[in-house]
């Protein structure tokens, strides 16, 4: 059974980091390509960022474009979100995502994390 | 980008009632559509993929269909846990993924 487990999120200053991570555990982790999904309050849902299942190749949503990137370590089932220069607009329950595609990304969300609060604020 | 827009974004319905949500595709993503359903202070779960592809353990009352731009989601007898928001995501291979704004069906 596909687990999913975010943590990291928290409040962070405008201009601030955080990292996120995401741990998996059920499946073979490094065959599937995964993502961070977003939702900020009481709105919808936003795809911020994909990472392929070797981590050779990575896209970001341009709201987030050079200031957060997704990295995966295959040694330790888990990804990561690195984020910097935070903005208060950031502010969003941020979820993983694991994609169903074996090598290769079929780029829906099959299976979800509980999601990690992350609070962007002065 | 690739705009994904839901109508309604809300309804009204009783339990046993079928509805049906839209979704439409700003241009054409064949069949790459995908839809999911969202409770209340809960992660998304995935209900279709593939436009018309029922995910594994999803009750068979949840149906969809269309292809190229316009889409639909339909639930033939609602039950009472089906009152949630949904939404479809375009999977195009084209970035960024997109998602339609939700559709709210409550009571």
């Known amino acids: 059974q596909v687990h999913l487990v975010e943590s990291g999120g928290g409040v962070a200053q405008p201009g601030g980091s955080l990292r996120l991570s995401c741990e998996a555990s059920g499946f073979t982790f490094n065959k599937n390509a995964m993502h961070w999904v977003r939702q900020a309050p009481g709105k919808g849902l936003e795809w911020v960022a994909v990472i392929s299942y070797d981590g050779t190749k990575k896209h970001t949503a341009d709201s987030v474009k050079g200031r957060f990137s997704i990295s995966r370590d295959n040694s330790q089932n888990t990804i990561y979100l690195q984020m910097d220069s935070l903005r208060p607009e950031d502010t969003a329950v941020y979820y993983c995502a694991r994609d169903p595609g074996n090598y290769d990304w079929l780029l829906n969300f099959e299976s979800w994390g509980q999601g990690t609060l992350v609070s962007v604020s002065s | 980008d690739i705009q994904m827009t839901q109508s309604p974004s809300s309804l009204s319905a009783s339990a046993g009632d079928s509805v049906t949500i839209t979704c439409r595709a700003s241009?054409?993503?064949?069949?790459?559509l995908n839809w999911y359903q969202q409770q209340p202070g809960k992660a998304p779960k995935l209900l279709i993929f593939g436009a018309s592809n029922l995910h594994r353990g999803v009750p068979s009352r949840f149906s969809g269909s269309g292809s190229g731009t316009d889409f639909t989601l339909t639930i033939s007898g609602l039950q009472p846990e089906d009152f949630a928001t949904y939404y479809c995501?375009?999977?195009?291979?084209?970035?960024?993924?997109?998602f339609g704004g939700g559709t709210k069906v409550q009571i």
């Open positions: 241009q054409s993503i064949s069949h790459y």
């Open positions: 995501q375009q999977s195009f291979f084209n970035f960024p993924l997109t």
